[in-house]
């Protein structure tokens, strides 16, 4: 069983900047990022596969994924927050060697960390 472990949530004015880390426990393939605001489904934001990223529309351009192998660990760097990106994030793990977008293909989740953005 892999744990993931994150931090680096909290509060800050809109067009400023947060760091989110994840570090997993064991070995995964695809890791991913995810977040929800209260009464909305969880949203993909990013994914690294490799040496491959991807990212939702929502945050390309603002958001940057990036991983630490040799520590088993994801950054996501997000610059020129807004006030709509203030949700509950989530890290996920998947033990599967393929692209993952939907909540259901990722096999291990943090705890959360809350992101607010003020106006």
């Known amino acids: 069983q892999v744990q993931l472990v994150e931090s680096g949530g909290g509060l800050v004015q809109a067009g400023g900047s947060l760091r989110l880390s994840c570090a997993a426990s064991g070995r995964t393939f695809a890791m991913g990022w995810f977040r929800q605001a209260p009464g909305n489904e969880r949203e993909f934001l990013a994914a690294?596969?490799?040496?491959?990223?991807y990212y939702s529309d929502s945050v390309k351009g603002r958001f940057t994924l990036t991983r630490d192998n040799p520590k088993n660990t994801v950054y996501l760097q997000m610059n020129s927050l807004k006030p709509e990106d203030t949700a509950v994030y989530y890290c996920?793990?998947?033990?599967?060697?393929?692209?993952?977008?939907?909540?259901?293909?990722?096999?291990?989740w943090g705890q959360g960390t809350q992101v607010t953005v003020s106006s």
């Open positions: 996920a793990a998947s033990k599967r060697w393929a692209e993952a977008v939907t909540p259901s293909e990722y096999d291990y």
């Open positions: 690294i596969l490799g040496v491959t990223t």
